[in-house]
């Protein structure tokens, strides 16, 4: 399971690459010495706390998290203050990326086995090198 301090961390590194990109779409026409200064910041943020989510978090479940949470935050970011409308058809696919994050927290318990039928494969022989059939028709053709 996550730890409550990785619950934060991965919460905190998904707002802060959102407030990178969001700076990148308000700051687009400024200067660079105001814009690269504001990304780099907001981006190293980001990976410091993601540096501190991996330390107790499963690698996986952390970025699955940290980009389902990025895309959420972004989203509602643009919603409030951006005025950017969203069809019930990119809702649903929001709806459908958190509860997909959810479904990344069940229990390994309430999750169905490895299938036993790939067991069949263990003892089939591996022969390295060409085929004899392929080098048959290699020759011929020479």
């Known amino acids: 399971m996550i730890s409550m301090p990785s619950i934060g ?6 707002a802060c690459f959102m407030l990178a990109n969001l700076a990148m779409k308000l700051l687009g026409d400024k200067p660079y010495f105001v814009l690269y200064p504001l990304v780099a910041a907001a981006i190293l ?3 410091w706390f993601q540096v501190a989510a991996f330390r107790e978090a499963q690698f996986g479940l952390a970025v699955v998290l940290i ?3 990025e895309m959420l935050f972004s989203m509602l ?14 809702i649903v696919g929001v709806m ?3 509860a997909g994050m959810g479904l990344v927290h069940v229990p390994a318990e309430a999750q169905p086995g490895p299938d036993d039928s790939a067991e069949i494969f263990h003892d089939a022989k591996v022969e390295k090198g060409p085929r004899p059939e392929a080098a048959e028709t290699r020759d011929e053709k020479l």
């Open 96 to 98: 459908l990326v958190i």
């Open 77 to 90: 970011v643009a919603r409030a203050f951006l005025g950017e409308i969203y069809s019930s058809t990119n």
């Open 9 to 14: 961390s991965i919460i905190a590194a998904g």
């Open 45 to 47: 943020a980001g990976c």
């Open 67 to 69: 980009l389902g949470l």
